[in-house]
């Protein structure tokens, strides 16, 4: 997968918002020739929910995952594969535990009811309960969503209660988590409880003893995650506030990572999952030895930051080498080194001729205290931008047009990721509106492809949606 389209798909939480009345006429034609029933029908493992035969899903199966998609979401077609997969998976292991489809476009009630805003949206229903939903949480390949919902029906912790039982349970597991509550009725507790049904990387366990606490150096209550036998790390929350849940999730989501993240598809991931916005990636070929030397360099300079820098290596000559474009990199540029903040999107250059742990760590702490300035790109102006009614801004014509103070200009930002079929009916529906306006100059209908944004960038604009219009007063 490119990395611009994991990016924009992970920084959009996999969705992009979109008309939900946007349908196609074949597939509500299909839909106005079939009688639907309370019959539960299935396509690929995946039962096919409607207005019809929610109710009898809910009913007939105790756990079950609902995804609300648009037959034209990218998005939903990245997803559709892993999710039949993990139907299969689920249908053999776990006869209780069900995946479903609801198309959103064409049940506008129940995508009403469930709060569908964009797509794929996923739900999560247990015993029937229509109003106690909740909303999917876990990773989006089919062994992430076979374990997730694997997750939902095994308690959410054990109890250990004995020296000997805990360390038991810590060598019997891989990325155990123990948490020392000396009330067993501790609202604490549930908070733990609550995190660990919803974290599925993690075993979780809880004690209450004293003898359990003196043995692991405990005197407060305290969540150890153990990576190893011999590698732990503790988390003491507030002393005043106590515990709160999303720390809770970075504190094991950060220390669950490498000190230094090679980016791969089991990776990525970890690496959005971690919910720190700052990532610095290293860019090096690996075959390259005089390259590989420059990863100690990184390596070094990587625990200074620790959960507030994410370090990220790419293999330039790996399968991912598609990074190196979104960051307008070409392999005559590698080794080199990129600064991104995934929520606010900006992104910059290194600024030193050599990459060394001293220059690395200047330039990330430069980059935090904000003495560097953004790395803004821009492709060329095509030769035609102005030639139809809806022109095309790239970075270096924006400002001239978009500020332009003797018109009133209409800006819509589009990507080709997940919405190709929605541009043109936009660019279409962009005319007649201004129409009566376009030919008196009164108002400049333009276009941005947000695809290509990735190469035309401004600095003071933050597109937070797709597709996003403004105006120039919004600007």
Same mark, same amino acid.
């Given at each position: 997968m490119r990395w611009s389209h994991l990016l924009l798909g992970l920084l959009l939480a996999f969705y992009a918002k979109a008309d939900p009345n946007a349908t196609s006429a074949e597939s509500s034609s299909e839909s106005s020739r079939e009688e639907k029933t309370d019959e539960l029908l299935e396509e690929e493992n995946v039962l096919v929910l409607h207005e019809k035969n929610f109710d009898n899903a809910l009913k007939t199966f105790k756990y079950l995952l609902v995804e609300f998609y648009a037959p034209w979401c990218g998005h939903c077609k990245e997803l559709a594969p892993n999710y039949i997969k993990a139907a299969e998976t689920l249908k053999e292991q776990a006869p209780e535990v069900r995946l479903a489809k609801v198309d959103a476009t064409e049940e506008k009630e129940l995508s009403d009811e469930f709060g569908v805003s964009g797509y794929p949206t996923l739900r999560f229903f247990v015993n029937g309960n229509r109003t106690g939903h909740i909303e999917y949480g876990g990773r989006r390949d089919a062994?992430?969503?076979?374990?997730?919902?694997?997750?939902?029906?095994?308690?959410?912790?054990?109890? $250990?209660?004995?020296?000997?039982? *805990?360390?038991? /349970?810590?060598?019997?597991?891989?990325?155990?988590?123990?948490? /020392?509550? @000396?009330?067993?009725? #501790?609202?604490?507790?549930?908070?733990?409880?609550?995190?660990?049904?919803?974290?599925?990387? +993690? @075993? /979780?366990?809880? *004690?209450?003893k004293e003898e359990i606490f003196r043995k692991f150096g405990v005197s407060t209550d305290s969540v150890i995650y153990f990576k190893s036998p011999e590698e732990k790390y503790i988390y003491t929350g507030n002393e005043e506030l106590g515990f709160d849940k999303d720390e809770l999730v970075q504190f094991l989501m950060v220390n669950n990572m490498d000190i230094v993240t090679e980016y791969s598809d089991e990776t990525a991931q970890k690496i959005f999952a971690a919910k720190i916005p700052n990532h610095l990636l290293? /860019?090096?070929?690996?075959?390259?030895?005089?390259?590989?030397?420059?990863?100690?360099?990184?390596?070094?300079?990587?625990?200074? +930051?620790?959960?507030?820098?994410? +370090? $990220?290596?790419? #293999?330039?000559?790996?399968?991912? *080498?598609?990074?190196?474009?979104?960051?307008?990199?070409?392999?005559? #540029?590698?080794?080199t080194i990129r600064f991104i903040n995934i929520e606010k999107v900006t992104k910059f250059a290194f600024n030193a001729e050599k990459i060394t742990a001293e220059t690395v760590r200047a330039f990330c702490q430069g980059v935090l205290d904000g003495k560097i300035k953004q790395n803004l790109l821009s492709e060329e102006v095509p030769e035609d931008w102005d @030639?139809?009614?809806?022109?095309?801004? $790239?970075?270096?014509?924006?400002?001239?047009? *978009?500020?332009d103070e003797t018109k009133n200009v209409f800006v819509e930002f589009l990507t080709v990721v997940s919405c190709m079929q929605m541009i043109e009916y936009t660019k279409n529906r962009t005319v007649e509106l201004f129409s009566q306006f376009i030919d008196s100059g009164g108002v400049l209908p333009v276009d941005e492809d947000e695809e290509k944004m990735k190469a035309d960038q401004e600095e003071d604009i933050k597109v937070e949606d797709v597709s996003s219009e403004k105006s120039k007063d919004e600007l």
């Open positions: 062994e992430g969503i076979v374990r997730w919902m694997l997750r939902r029906m095994e308690p959410a912790s054990v109890e $250990v209660k004995t020296v000997s039982a *805990a360390e038991e /349970f810590i060598k019997s597991h891989e990325s155990t988590v123990i948490g /020392f509550f @000396k009330d067993p009725e #501790d609202a604490d507790l549930n908070l733990f409880n609550e995190v660990a049904l919803n974290t599925e990387d +993690f @075993k /979780f366990a809880i *004690a209450h290293l /860019f090096i070929n690996k075959t390259v030895e005089d390259q590989l030397l420059l990863l100690e360099n990184f390596r070094q300079t990587a625990p200074d +930051f620790k959960g507030t820098v994410l +370090f $990220v290596v790419i #293999d330039s000559n790996g399968p991912h *080498a598609g990074v190196l474009e979104y960051f307008g990199l070409t392999n005559e #540029d590698i080794p @030639k139809k009614p809806v022109k095309v801004l $790239v970075g270096k014509n924006f400002e001239e047009v *978009a500020y």
